[in-house]
């Protein structure tokens, strides 16, 4: 069983090899502790280890979607400020095209009654 752990502790310390230095107490002991008090410090570190690099991996997720939210946020405000833009846009040239329909209906009733003056004078 001994094999197994030595395994099993440097895939640990690998991944967060600087929560190592900060768990570990200094001790001041001078007794050397047996294979029991070391296979159950193990465990305990073992499992501290993976709920605190569990704790990190959930709080780098939440920062990450923070950010997203915060992106998404930006790019709604962008895509409001274009929709903004081209109402406007489209109000200014849908006044253009009334503007030059009406003036089109000016020149036409102005042709018109042009051609009937004509018309009347050739008579």
């Known amino acids: 069983m001994p094999h197994k ?3 099993l502790r440097p895939t640990a310390a690998n991944v967060s090899s600087s929560l190592d230095l ?3 107490d200094i001790s001041l002991e001078t007794t050397v502790p047996t294979t029991e008090d070391i296979s ?3 465990e305990q570190r073992d ?3 993976k709920v ?3 704790l990190i991996e959930r709080k780098e997720l939440l920062h990450n979607v923070q950010l997203l939210k915060i992106e998404l ?3 709604n405000l962008i895509i409001d400020n274009m929709k903004a833009d081209h109402m406007s846009k489209t109000e200014e040239l849908e006044e253009r095209l009334n503007d030059a329909l009406h003036q089109k209906q000016v ?3 102005r042709l018109d009654s042009h051609l009937k003056l004509t018309q009347e004078e050739n008579r």
Do not use: V
Request: net charge neutral.
């Open 5 to 7: 752990k030595q395994q």
């Open 40 to 42: 159950s410090s193990d």
């Open 22 to 24: 900060e768990s570990e």
């Open 107 to 109: 020149l036409a009733l």
């Open 73 to 75: 946020s930006q790019k």
């Open 47 to 49: 499992g501290s280890q």
């Open 52 to 54: 605190t690099r569990q």
